[in-house]
């Protein structure tokens, strides 16, 4: 079991918006290019994440890599800076079980930390099992919805995203797609911002 992170005081003030749904994190930037159905498709800028892969359950990997990556930036890294905390987490099945409808026993965490910055601009991580990983600019199909990233509410708006898509010729739809939650466990659920994610090319 992972040693608690201690959220300084001043993150925490900041964290009270957070319980009616107020986002005041710094966000990866992005255009709208159109929207197909409830989906946006959205072009993203380079980006620099902080990551890991954990096996478990997703709640069981969310949890212990939020622990792991919220103790980096508050701190446990080779410069003891602390970094502003950013929205969303992005949670990919680090494995290719959802195509076959099977549940992913590995996870990808990922936390934003900056757009147009290089790794090695960034305090390197006392972890060493975190990463830190550059992201070309991209193209991705987004759904929000609301509630808790529940199993049911993951697959659910999987299959919606997907079949929105399908209403395009325009866009190469990805088989693998990929979470982001923007708010804290304790948002009120329907307050809560999720989305799920695919990434897209051009035909």
Excluded at 20 to 46: C, D, K, N, S, W
Aim: avoid cysteine; charged fraction near 25%; proline fraction near 7%.
């Amino acid at each position: 079991m992972t040693q608690m992170t201690k959220i300084p005081f001043t993150e925490m003030l900041k964290s009270i918006p957070g319980f009616f749904g107020i986002r005041l994190e710094e966000q990866p930037e992005h255009t709208v290019l159109e929207t197909i159905g409830e989906v946006e498709i959205r072009r993203y800028a380079p980006s620099l994440l902080a990551q890991i892969t954990l096996p478990g359950s997703h709640d069981e990997a969310v949890d212990e890599a939020f622990d792991r990556l919220a103790r980096y930036i508050f701190g446990g890294n080779a410069d003891g800076e602390k970094l502003a905390m950013t929205s969303p987490v992005f949670q990919h099945p680090a494995t290719k079980a959802m195509r076959d409808g099977q549940v992913p026993d590995r996870w990808t965490i990922a936390f934003f930390l900056a757009n147009n910055m290089q790794p090695h601009e960034a305090p390197q991580p006392d972890d060493a099992a975190i990463k830190l990983v550059t992201v070309p600019e991209h193209v991705v199909g987004a759904l929000r919805y609301t509630g808790n990233n529940s199993d049911e509410n993951r697959a659910e708006h999987r299959l919606q995203l997907l079949t929105d898509l399908q209403r395009t010729a325009r866009w190469s739809v990805d088989e693998d797609v990929y979470w982001a939650q923007y708010d804290a466990p304790f948002t009120l659920p329907f307050l809560k911002r999720n989305e799920a994610m695919v990434a897209l090319t051009a035909r």
